[in-house]
Structures are given as structure tokens and as C-alpha cells.
């Protein structure tokens, strides 16, 4: 006599204990990609709560200081789930977490940039990522520094939301003998190219934090102790732009199919025209002034 089929049981933990198993793997198995963009994140953490430590004492305890401390240990707290999940390679977390990094960090330089809207900022209204970015620029931010911060955040809100970007992320393509197999690992993934990338938001997430947390910290200590912490923020930044260089080195050896990835490229670039242009011609401006201040310094 036959056997009986099995008793289909969805409770069945072999799917979750497959995605645990390959969890305890990833460390060892992505280490040489995501380590030093980790360094960058720690970098950023450090930055954030010694330079917190050291305000703390000397805040004043205006309204808006609370909020504003708060947001700052938000914003460390963010980098830490990004370290994390960068670590494991879940590319949709690290985006939430560097997200939530950039919101929190925006709000906090609209309070401590304009105090009296603090109660604005921080009553529980949501506020469109085209208004915050205005209030910036209203209050005189360096606009390659909102460029930035635009740029990223469109990027990074591809993968936050439920769309075909998030998908590609979610799911897992991988070669076997019999084909290519798609898999589902939570998010997780051992892909070089998807790994560089989601590192590279990563440290420029860490730069945008580290260089707008700069002044508002700074604010609050001696002259000595700003110059060392802008040093260091300084530190963050060239730290970075190793991992960038190192990813555009590997990319230029391996470059993508054109073909291939001429649609999600099409789709990639309308997302993020505007923000690179603006960032493109603060860089441009910047360049521009660096020049005429050096030319008027050259002897005559």
C-alpha cells in the first residue's frame, strides 16, 4: 500500500530556519566588500555620540534642544541598524535605517537653524521631502549639501517603498545546473554589484551626516573641541570616499551589460536628474569661487 502524502504543515519552520542558516554565513562571506564601508558607518556613530557627550553639558535647555539631541541619538542609532544589516547584506533594511538617518538629520537642522519652528517640526506633522528640502535652502544650507541629501533619498526611497526595486532586492537570482533558480533570503544577498552599491549610500549617507552635524555640535563647544570634531568629520569623509573610488575601480573592470541594464537605468536616471543637476552645480559654483579666490591670491 502506498504511504500517505505528508500532512502540509505551514507552520513549517524549514524555510526560516534556511534563512537563519544563511544569515550565520554572510559575515564570513561578504567580509572583504562590506568591512571597511562598516568602518565608516562605526566612524559616524562614534562621531555622533562623542560629539554628543561633549554638547550635552553646555546646552542650554531651550525648547528645541531636547528634540534636537534626541534626533542626533536617532540618527546614530540608524547607522547602527545600517552597520548591522550591511553585515548580513539585507540591502532593504539598510535602506529603511539610512532613510530614516537622512529625515531625522534634516529635521535637526531646521531646528537648530530656526528654534522658533521647533514645535513645528516636532508635533507629529509629516512634512513632504519637497517642503523639508526647501526650508533648507530658505535657511541658507549649502545647495550641493541639499543636492545631496536629495539625491540620496530618492535613491534610497526606490527600495523603501513596495516596487519592482524593492522586489529585485527581496528576491535572489542564483545559477544552478538546472537553471536559474530565484530564491528568498529575507532581503540578504551575496551579490558584489548590489553590495557596492547599497555600501556606497551608505558612506555618502555617512558624509551628509557627519558634515551637517558638524556646525550644530560645534555650537556647543570650545573653539579647540570644534576644530578637532570638523577634523574628524573631515576623517569620516575621506574615509568614504576610499570606499567610493574602490567601487568605481571594480566597476570599471567589470562594468554592467548595457543592454541588460539600459531599462533600469532609463528609470534610475528620471528619478534622480534633478537632484544630480542641482548637486552638480553647486560642485560646479564651488570650483568656480575656489578659482577666482586663488587667482586673487597669486602674486602679481
Known sequence: MAEAPARWDPLDMTAVEGIRSFEADQPKAIESVVRTPCDVLRMTQAL?????????PHARGKDHETPLFFLLHSVADDMRQAELNLWLGYTVPISWALRDALEATALAVLMWKDPTRSAEYWNGREFAPGKVRKHLED????????????LTYTMLSGVTHPTVDRL?????????????????????TRDEGRLRTFAGLAVGCCVDVAM?????????????????????ARDVARKAAEVLE??????????????????????????IDKPM?????????????????????EPS
Not at 555622533?48 to 550635552?56: F, I, M, P, Q, T
Not at 529585485?168 to 540578504?188: K, S
Open 48 to 56: 555622533l555620540l562623542n560629539g554628543a557627550a561633549a554638547a550635552l
Open 139 to 150: 535657511l541658507g544650507l549649502w545647495s550641493g549639501m541639499v543636492g545631496s541629501l536629495w
Open 168 to 188: 529585485l532586492q527581496i528576491m535572489d537570482e542564483r545559477e544552478t545546473d538546472a537553471g536559474v533558480v530565484h530564491t528568498f533570503n529575507a532581503g540578504g
Open 212 to 232: 551637517l552635524f558638524e556646525p550644530v555640535l560645534t555650537s556647543y563647544l570650545s573653539d579647540q573641541q570644534g576644530e578637532i570634531l570638523g577634523s574628524c
Open 246 to 271: 574602490s567601487n568605481l575601480a571594480v566597476r570599471h573592470e567589470k562594468p554592467i551589460d548595457p543592454g541588460e541594464a539600459a531599462e533600469y537605468e532609463r528609470a534610475m536616471h528620471k528619478r
Open 277 to 297: 543637476a542641482m548637486f552638480q552645480e553647486a560642485l560646479e559654483a564651488l570650483e568656480k569661487s575656489a578659482r577666482e579666490v586663488n587667482g586673487a591670491k
